[in-house]
Nanobody, 122 residues
Framework: QVQLVESGGGLVQPGGSLRLSCAAS????????MGWYRQAPGKQRELVAT???????NYADSVKGRFTISRDNAKNTVYLQMNSLKPEDTAVYYC????????????????WGQGTQVTVSS
């Protein structure tokens, strides 16, 4: 059994900052890529940022220069530091991790968190 639990969402004014965390727990051998996605009302879920096991990161154009993704491999945790937040960043944010549960497996299986609401409004 594997669980991803997100935290850190909330209400913030435009220009403000939030830090999201996502901790993976359970039967885990290793974690490959981790990432953050978001879904606004009436819109499809979209990629925000991803980070590989070695720390290489990729970002959606809409968040480049404002958001920073990082991870702590010892804690099986991924973070998303969000600065200069805009109303259009309002969405439910989900973390995703590609997890190998056993040494015998080659590829990771995708697991998702339950989501955390981020609302940017004055």
């Amino acid at each position: 059994q594997v669980q991803l639990v997100e935290s850190g969402g909330g209400l913030v004014q435009p220009g403000g900052s939030l830090r999201l965390s996502c901790a993976a727990s359970g039967s885990i051998f290793s974690i490959n890529a981790m990432g953050w996605y978001r879904q606004a009302p009436g819109k499809q879920r979209e990629l925000v940022a991803t980070i590989g096991s070695g720390g290489s990161a990729n970002y959606a154009d809409s968040v480049k220069g404002r958001f920073t993704i990082s991870r702590d491999n010892a804690k099986n945790t991924v973070y998303l530091q969000m600065n200069s937040l805009k109303p259009e960043d309002t969405a439910v944010y989900y973390c995703k991790a590609l997890i190998r549960r056993y040494a015998s497996t080659t590829y990771g299986v995708a697991y998702w968190g339950q989501g955390t609401q981020v609302t940017v409004s004055s």
